[in-house]
């Protein structure tokens, strides 16, 4: 059994994380999403810790002070993928159950598909499988995902999202709850993460053909949409389950938006243990 662990090493790079919960308990990984840190998970995760599961969230590459790099090709999801594994590796408990919201669920995705023996089982949301996101991409999908394309400018996203983040009545209409949208401004912007995090956006070009085509799913599998999405479309998150050759629960949350973890963490959770209990 390991110590806890509040950093972990890649490389050259060091990742902060949050492990809280019983250290003796079956863990649990929680991947955030963009603009967001590992503390997204902290209305989520006391509802795992009650159940014996212990949990660990790192704040991931482009977001950890000392994991920032500036290179768009330093983001290739297979890099990202090996960050996680690092995290396993420094874990060293078997494999893990692991779960991911927004750009946090496209890396699960990863992977569960290239190393399905390190996971126990996998929860996904918001972000479908990528084979199903691509097929969503003509049926309404691609109008979705303009601001993906704003994202590959240079500075500019920056300068954008540091006005939104320093208003709060821009910050009130990204839909998060108060208490998260108000730190935004501090978590991303003053700190110092916006550029690394809107590399996770501009290194898409450097994605391998791998890296776009992970392949069949074969852990067993849950994935949370939200019906309130202003991101994701229904299409995607339906056609998800053609990509999972293993037990599989596609969930709907109704009346929500994309922020589920802060906005619906009860339901998360229960999305969660129905899952690793399962």
């Known amino acids: 059994m390991s110590g806890r662990i509040t950093e972990y090493r890649n490389g050259d790079y060091v990742f ?8 003796d308990g079956p863990p649990i990984v929680l991947l955030h999403g963009f603009p967001q840190r590992a503390s997204g998970w902290d209305l989520v995760t006391p509802r795992l810790h009650e159940q014996g599961y212990r949990t660990l969230a790192p704040d991931l590459r482009g977001y950890s002070p000392r994991a920032r790099p500036a290179r768009r090709r330093d983001y290739a999801l297979g890099l990202l993928i090996g960050d996680v594994l690092a ?22 995705w990863g992977v569960a598909a290239r190393h399905p023996e390190r ?4 929860t996904t949301l918001s972000v479908p499988h990528p084979a199903a996101y691509r097929a969503a991409m003509p049926r309404g999908q691609l109008l979705r995902s303009w601001y993906m394309a704003v994202f590959q400018l240079p500075k500019v996203p920056e300068l954008l999202l540091g006005k939104v983040f320093r208003s709060p009545k ?5 839909g998060l709850p108060p208490e998260y949208a108000d730190r935004l401004y501090d978590d991303i912007i003053a700190s110092g993460a916006i550029t690394g995090a809107l590399n996770w956006y501009r290194g898409l070009p450097f994605w391998s053909r791998s890296d776009r085509t992970p392949g069949m799913i074969t852990v ?44 619906r963490p009860d339901e998360v959770a229960d999305a969660v243990l129905d899952r690793v209990c399962g």
């Open 119 to 122: 996971i126990s089982t996998l």
């Open 87 to 108: 995290l396993f590796d420094a874990l060293g408990n078997g494999p893990v159950h692991l779960v991911g919201h927004d750009w946090g669920s496209m890396l699960a």
């Open 220 to 263: 067993p599998t849950t994935h949370v949409w939200s019906d309130g999405d202003f991101a994701l479309s229904r299409f995607g998150a339906q056609r998800t389950g053609r990509s999972v050759q293993a037990p599989y629960e596609f969930r709907i949350i109704t009346g929500a938006n994309h922020w589920l973890p802060e906005s």
């Open 16 to 23: 902060d994380v949050i492990d809280a919960g019983p250290i």
């Open 170 to 174: 821009a910050r009130a209409r990204v």
